[in-house]
């Protein structure tokens, strides 16, 4: 007889349920007694204990679905020790709930700051199982996360379909990519879409090389030039800022976001017609792509065959392949950056990709 917990926390990506999925069929094809209980709304039903049955039936019309049939919130990790509004300690109450329900492990699906969290209830004593999830591929210990070639596809069809129009109108065209700290995401989309610029958040940009980047294709008779930019991607002086001053001037910014920004830098520099498109929140939308569905199963697999040999406090990971137990508290609280000495910027400057340095 095994007693789960499954929880989705944090921003949602695809593949959430294709994973809970293979988490549930892989305990129940193998258990003839199984109880799992899906926490509603990421760490908040473990706090006030709203919680339902799952059976892997739930997943039957929802392994091929993008969000999450638990529903998901952000609980931030640095509030976790803060009482909520009514003087509840959060940790205690989860723990009580975990023990209420007898449980023989938990399963956390989220990015970082879900994680660290569900260390700090590994360190509280709890029989922790984290599942790494997030479209911007940024958890340290894995090649890969659930969600990241999902929302790759959507921001390379974003960036294909204003590659058309950029043509066609000699335009200047930036796409905004999501990714506040890394650029793994527009580093992607960017190479996939046949991007001119790519601007991460761990390559400052000098707006001088951006535009000489789009002048040198404009003098090559190219009259149009297409701008992947991270959320997070960030100019060599705003780099030099300390995090407060950073802070104070990203709060009296009078733009909407850093592609607003970069448009009225361009045009102030040398005039071209820029236009902006943000994907936004559809780059975490709709369904997995197969990619993401072969990756998840595996890591929901992975993580009911560890309920079964009860191995607890691990991440589970993909390395060069192969499916890996990772010990959460060697990775929690680090992030997976883009090396701006990894090969595949050293190719995409190759092939005359600018990123602005
Ligand atoms: O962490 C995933 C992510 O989609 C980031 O890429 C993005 O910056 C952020 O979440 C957006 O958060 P929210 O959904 O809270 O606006």
New binding site residues.
Partial sequence: MKRVGLLTS??D?QALNATMRGVVKGLSSNLTELEVYGFMNGYKGLIYGDYRLLTSRDFFFFFTKGGTILGSS?QPFKLMREPDEKGLDKVEAMKQNYYKLRLDCLVILG?NGTQKTANLLREEGLNIIHLPK???NDIYGTDMTFGFYSAVNIATDAIDCIHTTAASHNRVFIVEV???KVGW?TLYSGIAGGADIILIPEIPYDIKKVVEAIDKRTKAGKGFTVIAVA?GAISKEDAKLSKKDFKKKMEQRQYLSVAYELADEIRKHNGPEVRITVPG?T??GGSPCPYDRVLSTRIGVTAAEMILNEEYGYMVAIVNGKMKKVPLGEVAGKLKTVSPKDPIIKEAKLLGISFGD
């Fill in positions: 944090g921003g990506c952000r990015g997030t479209i911007d999501m990714g506040h995401l959320e929140h780059q975490r």
